[in-house]
């Protein structure tokens, strides 16, 4: 599993919970964190380089567990890996679809999932008669990150970004970044209690657990997993803020220097 950052760590939390008995190698690329307004070039290359060194130490299904590169480099990855991919958004798509009873959906993600459109690509194609209101939210999944979730200027920048999803109506709100759930009180606060909000956590769990059972890839349901991490920058940080997220202890990082990504963007 790879995040740009540690905001992925909210769908680890539920795959763990959904499948105790699965190993999970989750990657942070927090040297490149945020993948938000990267351009699609560099999601597909920094995809390549995470999801490549991911098949190298043996993994059996890759979760990019990032909206942004699910939006842009899913389709390359599906293409280009052994093992099977999954990405966040087709499980958030769907729920919506399901959800939604006056068919107007609201989205909140970062400006490169907004751009890719494939949220609305993947929304209309289950429903084309669904209205799909899609608002970007720069800087947001920084601000998570950091640890400013509940300060003053975080409630004026959710309120701004609500506004636009209460005037249109919308009944369903996709959280379309992984981060978006740390703060699911306040949007729920700002949108209302009526709003029914989904995030990609338990949805994609479902969908991998499903998935490993199907290709008969599944472990043991009698045994107890493991989880292991890796990140590209500072480890220390990254399990620090990363036990925020996951809700579990992470007791040791390892740090992927350059030279184990060099050329994966290319090899994969």
């Known amino acids: 599993m ?10 680890l939390h539920e795959c763990l919970v959904t499948m105790p008995h699965e190993d999970f190698l989750y990657a942070g690329d927090t040297a490149h964190f945020p993948y938000g307004g990267r351009s699609p070039a560099e999601l597909r290359a920094f995809s390549r380089e995470i999801a490549g ?7 059996k299904l890759v ?23 999954i990405g966040v958004l087709t499980p958030e798509a769907r729920a919506a ?35 799909l209101v899609e608002v970007a939210c720069p800087g947001l999944a920084d ?17 701004e970004h609500c506004a636009p999803l209460r005037e249109a109506g919308v009944d ?5 970044c992984t981060h978006y759930p740390l703060i699911r009180g306040m949007l729920q606060r700002e949108l209302g209690r009526d709003v029914a909000l989904v995030a990609a956590a338990e949805e994609l769990a479902e969908e991998v657990a499903a ?3 199907r290709k008969r890839l599944a472990r043991d349901h009698g045994r107890r997993g493991s989880y292991r991490f890796a990140c590209t920058a500072d480890a220390e940080a990254f399990a620090s ?28």
């Open 97 to 131: 679809v399901q959800l939604t009873r006056n068919r107007r959906v609201g989205l909140l993600a970062t400006e490169a999932t907004v751009t890719s459109g494939r949220y609305r690509e993947l929304v209309h194609g289950l429903d084309a008669g669904i209205e």
């Open 211 to 213: 998935t490993l059972a």
């Open 2 to 11: 790879f995040d740009s950052g540690v905001g992925g760590l909210t769908v």
């Open 172 to 176: 369903t709100v996709i959280l379309g």
């Open 143 to 159: 601000a998570i990150q950091r640890g400013e979730t509940y300060d003053e200027t975080m409630v004026d920048r959710v309120r």
């Open 53 to 59: 060194w991911l098949v190298g130490e043996g993994v």
């Open 63 to 85: 979760v990019v567990a990032c909206n942004s590169a699910t939006a842009t480099a899913l389709g390359d990855l599906q293409r280009t890996l052994d093992v099977p991919v």
């Open 241 to 268: 803020v990363g036990r925020r997220f996951l809700q579990l202890p992470i007791s040791s990082v390892r740090t992927l220097a350059a030279t184990e990504l060099a050329g994966l963007a290319l090899a994969t």
